[in-house]
């Protein structure tokens, strides 16, 4: 153990030791979340190159990671809701390679991941121009299964190195501890309602078809998967969906299904007996 840690103390740059402790210093000031973009963009980048990074937290409320998705170039609504979906199977398989690899920051070649229900969120990132991410993130001591933030970084020119890693391991405290912070003041700043219950609509005026589509994309599915499910369109799916981004004012569908998930809005849905009906 000693030896790999020297070895990855030897990686280190002086200009990336000194990005770092700036990096840690500038964090003290982070308390929202277009500070934490603005700050990964302007202190991590060096560090960490990524165009695409999906941060999650724990919600005690919830029980489970919530994600976030930020990104500095165009990327479609289903590959960014593919990365950010907590109980679909692409989240999942990552964070069962981190766990493989001892809770240590993990370089994911896309075409390490498997799975006939992954082949369309594999095709989607391949067509978004990536080929393999890096995923690092915090459990509870003595209880790694039990995950209190991660977090997946992607470039689409940039393969991630020993450096990276090295340097993301470095950081992770620090990103964990800022993210979590901004959870805290986002929440202050603008406390979720709970729902209220009037006949078949929701809270935001969601109604239940629409809450059936937001319960399916938190599972990963795509427009077409949901359609043979509900038994209509790719397009219709792709219509309700804009309906909801405006109801519940989000930017993307991932953040859409967050919203969902911390007003109470979405059931449980049996994804894994259905998906393997799919045509």
């Excluded at 990855?8 to 990336?16: D, G, I, K, N």
């Excluded at 209880?143 to 450096?163: C, K």
């Excluded at 805290?184 to 929701?202: D, H, M, S």
Aim: aromatic share 6%.
């Amino acid at each position: 153990m000693q030896n790999n840690k020297t070895t990855e103390t030897r990686l280190l740059t002086q200009s990336a030791i000194e990005a770092i402790v700036r990096a840690a210093e500038l964090a003290l000031d982070v308390r929202r979340r277009y500070q934490f973009f603005v700050w990964m963009q302007s202190c991590l980048q060096i560090l960490i190159p990524h165009q695409v990074a999906i941060c999650g937290a724990y919600q005690r409320s919830q029980r489970e990671l919530l994600f976030d998705a930020f990104n500095n170039v165009a990327i479609a609504d289903e590959v960014i809701l593919s990365l950010s979906t907590n109980r679909g199977l692409l989240m999942q398989q990552l964070q069962g390679l981190w766990l493989e690899a001892r809770c240590k920051p993990v370089r994911v070649l896309i075409a390490q991941l498997d799975g006939v229900s992954l082949q369309s969120q594999i095709a989607g990132l391949r067509a978004a121009g990536f080929s393999e991410l890096l995923v690092h993130g915090v459990s509870r001591p003595q209880r790694p299964s039990e995950i209190e933030s991660f977090f997946v970084f992607a470039h689409q020119t940039v393969s991630p190195t020993p450096q990276h890693r090295s340097h993301l391991e470095l950081l992770m405290p620090q990103i964990h501890a800022t993210w979590q912070r901004v959870q805290v003041v986002e929440q202050e700043v603008n406390p979720t309602p709970q729902p209220v219950l009037v006949g078949a609509v929701r809270s935001g005026g969601i109604t239940e078809r629409e809450r059936q589509i937001l319960s399916w994309l938190r599972e990963g599915m795509s427009n077409n998967e949901v359609g043979v499910v509900l038994g209509i369109s790719a397009l219709t799916v792709k219509n309700h969906v804009q309906k909801i981004l405006r109801k519940l004012n989000a930017a993307n569908r991932a953040q859409a299904v967050a919203r969902a998930m911390s007003m109470n809005l979405l059931d449980r849905a049996p994804v894994e007996k259905i998906r393997a009906e799919l045509p």
